[in-house]
């Protein structure tokens, strides 16, 4: 690697942290370093380049907010992949699209139990207040690495097996669209700042923006669902397109 000197050479008008970017992003465009590779840390940038670790730390971070880096809280910092995306206004099944990528879908369950409904969730649902529910929080990865959190309710009586699914082999999509077919949806696209324990489910830094799907299904007049889907910002990406498109 090159040393402070070498870096400040290059362009002796561009901040050091920019010099550091650059090396970095020389190895990951030559292939050098290709998709998950580790790249050094902070304190290896530190002690190979003479810089500061605040240095290196922008660095590193800026590198990530560009989509250039993963980092993972506790393990590192790796190339990044090109992100996984998925289509923004269809109910798809993301571990349909994951492998659609030629990559692996694994599913973690975090929760799956009967609950009594809140007022916001049952408004979403269209039940009474403290009516019973069912409720899954199921964390999806794409090749090992956290890319969405599903936090779902579900209307009992459009899925009454609902708690007897294995979500480790089987999503909730899949099983939804099975049990109760679907008839319409609602989407509400946002941006998001992770709560705490959002970024340890998707092992991202406290200050990585998310994106944040707000979806209900219906199967019917029924309401099927109400789910909150969480993606990394800088591992995902969502996509619409409608109409035509046209080449001269």
Not at 47 to 76: D, H
Not at 95 to 123: K, Y
Request: proline residues 6%; contains cysteine; charged residues 25%.
């Amino acid at each position: 690697m090159k040393r402070q000197s070498e870096l400040k050479r290059d362009n002796d008008t561009a901040p050091l942290y920019a010099g550091v970017k650059q090396m970095i992003l020389d190895r990951i465009h030559s292939g050098e370093w290709p998709p998950k590779h580790r790249v050094p840390s902070e304190n290896e940038l530190v002690t190979e380049l003479g810089v500061s670790k605040m240095t290196a730390n922008r660095a590193l971070r800026e590198l990530a907010s560009e989509g250039e880096l993963v980092r993972i809280q506790g393990v590192g910092s790796f190339v990044a992949e090109r992100k996984g995306y998925s289509a923004l206004f269809e109910v798809r099944n993301i571990a349909e699209e994951i492998t659609e990528r030629g990559h692996a879908h694994e599913a973690s369950v975090v929760i799956l139990a009967r609950e009594t409904a809140s007022p916001e969730t049952a408004d979403a649902l269209e039940l009474e207040i403290g009516a019973p529910i069912f409720h899954s929080l199921i964390v999806h990865s794409e090749n090992g690495v956290p890319v969405q959190i599903e936090d779902r309710f579900v209307n009992p009586a459009t899925a009454p097996d609902y708690l007897d699914q294995d979500f480790t082999s089987l999503t909730p999509n899949a099983y939804l669209t099975t049990a109760a077919p679907l008839s319409g949806s609602e989407h509400i696209v946002e941006a998001a700042m992770p709560q705490s324990w959002e970024c340890k489910l998707l092992t991202i830094l406290k200050n990585e923006p998310c994106l944040a799907i707000r979806r209900r299904t219906w199967s019917g007049r029924n309401v099927v669902s109400t789910a909150r889907l969480i993606y990394p910002g800088n591992r995902y990406r969502l996509e619409a397109r409608t109409g035509k498109t046209f080449e001269e």
